[in-house]
T-cell receptor, first 110, second 112 residues
Framework: SQQGEEDPQALSIQEGENATMNCSYK?????LQWYRQNSGRGLVHLIL?????REKHSGRLRVTLDTSKKSSSLLITASRAADTASYFC??????????FGQGTELSVKP | DAMVIQNPRYQVTQFGKPVTLSCSQT?????MYWYQQKSSQAPKLLFH???????NEADTPDNFQSRRPNTSFCFLDIRSPGLGDAAMYLC???????????FGDGTRLSIL
């Protein structure tokens, strides 16, 4: 299975702290994506990093990709209570199916 | 704003009573997906349409069917819901394969 793994499964931090989530995957990829899911809502695409990129920024988000280790990380800087959500990494397999990691549940306490 | 809309947000049905969930999109995307998501789990792909071409996942139960009458609409039919089918059902679209997906807010299905 190409399903990735994410760690930690759950992360609890104080507002203003940084949050780092890690993702590993198993096969070669064209890109890797990160999604956020607020409780009871759909997933929202956050950022896509291509296989030839090593780092990408979007606002308070920083994503890194290490294709040699088949791993990626998502850093949220200066976290806010509104960042409380589940975060999933995802990659497409050769059959065109988006494979999600198990997700990291982030809780940011005010 | 272009978006993916799912109706209803909450659906309650009885064990064995057929139910239909609907999804519409204003993004004019070629690909539409249906996912099942259970508590604290990642979404699980049930099937997807690439334009009119239907692609069923091997482990999707026969109880689940889908229709896409036009580009904008897609339906999920559950013929005889069992207790194990209680879940959040998510619809998503993408412009083509390999691109980010846009999700609706889901329909939470409860089975009595």
């Amino acid at each position: 299975s190409q399903q990735g793994e994410e760690d930690p499964q759950a992360l609890s931090i104080q507002e203003g702290e940084n949050a780092t989530m890690n993702c590993s995957y198993k096969t070669s990829i064209n890109n890797l994506q990160w999604y956020r899911q607020n409780s009871g809502r759909g997933l929202v695409h956050l950022i896509l990093i291509r296989s030839n990129e090593r780092e990408k920024h979007s606002g308070r988000l920083r994503v890194t990709l290490d294709t040699s280790k088949k791993s990626s990380s998502l850093l949220i800087t200066a976290s806010r209570a509104a960042d409380t959500a589940s975060y999933f990494c995802a990659t497409y397999n050769q059959g065109g199916k988006l494979i999600f990691g198990q997700g990291t549940e982030l809780s940011v306490k005010p | 704003d272009a978006m993916v809309i799912q109706n209803p947000r909450y659906q309650v049905t009885q064990f064995g009573k057929p139910v239909t969930l609907s999804c519409s999109q204003t993004l004019n995307h070629n690909v539409m997906y249906w996912y099942q998501q259970k508590s604290s789990q990642a979404p699980k792909l049930l099937f997807h349409y690439y334009d009119k071409d239907f692609n069923n996942e091997a482990d999707t139960p026969d109880n689940f069917q889908s229709r896409r009458p036009n580009t904008s609409f897609c339906f999920l039919d559950i013929r005889s819901p069992g207790l194990g089918d209680a879940a959040m059902y998510l619809c998503a679209t993408s412009n083509m394969g390999g691109q980010p997906q846009h999700f609706g807010d889901g329909t939470r299905l409860s089975i009595l």
